[in-house]
T-cell receptor
Framework: RKEVEQDPGPFNVPEGATVAFNCTYS??????FFWYRQDCRKEPKLLMS???SGNEDGRFTAQLNRASQYISLLIRDSKLSDSATYLC????????????FGAGTRLFVKA | DGGITQSPKYLFRKEGQNVTLSCEQN?????MYWYRQDPGQGLRLIYY???????QKGDIAEGYSVSREKKESFPLTVTSAQKNPTAFYLC???????????????FGAGSRLTVL
């Protein structure tokens, strides 16, 4: 079982739609959580950190459920420019560096 | 503007050749990393360095080597021992290597290596 699992998609949605991505992690030492966005053939860029209380940044809302070990990302009012791959990232508290990337969920927003 | 510069952007190599990918950062970050990305897979850690003159192996270090002689620079050499080197290579940096949210990774634009 992968340490961080995401639905690979692709998700094909029309402009204006609401879309949700889920990510599950298996290591209970997971301490910090992030969503990164990666455009085709480009580098990943931080979209938002995920806090225990949940957090929102404009049209994007991230949630963390430690008991069930999953993270979610909700995108409201999808734009064409939201088309990208969304990477779930988990940092572990193991005394050393351990950051694990999910394989990503691909999103296509169509006019 | 501060950032990470990787070069070359595209590189073609013949089998049996070593190649070196450059990574330079002006963010004054202590930690630097090299990742490899293959289609349909998550990023996999090759090597990382927390301070100058020190580095640790990641999950897939075999066939790769690194050096950290300066804080700003963390070059990666892909040796002929790496059996499947065609991939997208990403260099990253962070203020430290702790697990806190403050240590988010900033990536360079990547180097795409193709073995002919």
């Amino acid at each position: 079982r992968k340490e961080v699992e995401q639905d690979p998609g692709p998700f094909n949605v029309p402009e204006g739609a609401t879309v949700a991505f889920n990510c599950t992690y298996s290591n209970s030492a997971s301490q910090s959580f992030f969503w990164y966005r990666q455009d085709c053939r480009k580098e990943p860029k931080l979209l938002m950190s995920v806090y225990s209380s949940g957090n929102e940044d404009g049209r994007f809302t991230a949630q963390l459920n430690r008991a069930s070990q999953y993270i979610s990302l909700l995108i409201r009012d999808s734009k064409l420019s939201d088309s990208a791959t969304y990477l779930c990232v988990v940092a572990l508290n193991t005394g050393g560096f351990k950051t694990i990337f999910g394989a990503g969920t691909r999103l296509f927003v169509k006019a | 503007d501060g950032g990470i510069t990787q070069s070359p952007k595209y590189l073609f190599r013949k089998e049996g050749q070593n190649v070196t990918l450059s990574c330079e950062q002006n963010l004054n970050h202590d930690a630097m990393y090299w990742y490899r990305q293959d289609p349909g897979q998550g990023l996999r850690l090759i090597y990382y360095s927390q301070i100058v003159n020190d580095f640790q192996k990641g999950d897939i270090a075999e066939g790769y080597s690194v050096s950290r002689e300066k804080k700003e620079s963390f070059p990666l050499t892909v040796t002929s021992a790496q059996k499947n080197p065609t991939a997208f290579y990403l260099c990253a940096s962070s203020p430290g290597t702790g697990f806190t949210g403050a240590n988010v990774l900033t990536f360079g634009a990547g180097s795409r290596l193709t073995v002919l």
